[in-house]
């Protein structure tokens, strides 16, 4: 499966993005989907994933409660709403597809995409 996001951009503190993962060359609906990020000097880290069905959902404690991530298997694609974004928050944000169930692991997933940057000004 190929993966693709997009939405990343300069935002000020406090204020929101929504970033899009469009899928495609399998079907889309059998593979959980994850959302990483990575900022400079640090290792890849969890944000949130989202099951096949899209009834279940998993996030790090630090994005809880101010991200949103969810999925419309009829146009293979899985969102992140990001708000009230902080500094911390700056990152290449990367989605990725695991068959079956979801984990939040990154190297449980089997499919990546490439990143795209989000940076939060203070």
């Known amino acids: 499966v190929q993966l693709q996001a997009s939405g990343g951009g300069l935002v000020q503190v406090g204020g929101s993005l929504r970033l899009s993962c469009a899928a495609s060359?399998?079907?889309?609906?059998?593979?959980?989907m994850g959302w990483f990020r990575q900022a400079p000097g640090k290792e890849r880290e969890f944000v949130a994933a989202?099951?096949?069905?899209?009834?279940?959902?998993y996030y790090a404690d630090s994005v809880k409660g101010r991200f949103t991530i969810s999925r419309d298997n009829a146009k293979n694609t899985v969102y992140l709403q990001m708000n009230s974004l902080k500094p911390e928050d700056t990152a290449v944000y990367y989605c990725?597809?695991?068959?079956?169930?979801?984990?939040?692991?990154?190297?449980?997933?089997?499919?990546w995409g490439r990143g795209t940057q989000v940076t939060v000004s203070s």
């Open positions: 989202i099951s096949r069905s899209g009834g279940s959902t």
């Open positions: 060359g399998r079907t889309f609906s059998g593979y959980a």
């Open positions: 990725a597809a695991k068959l079956s169930f979801a984990t939040t692991t990154p190297s449980g997933y089997d499919y």
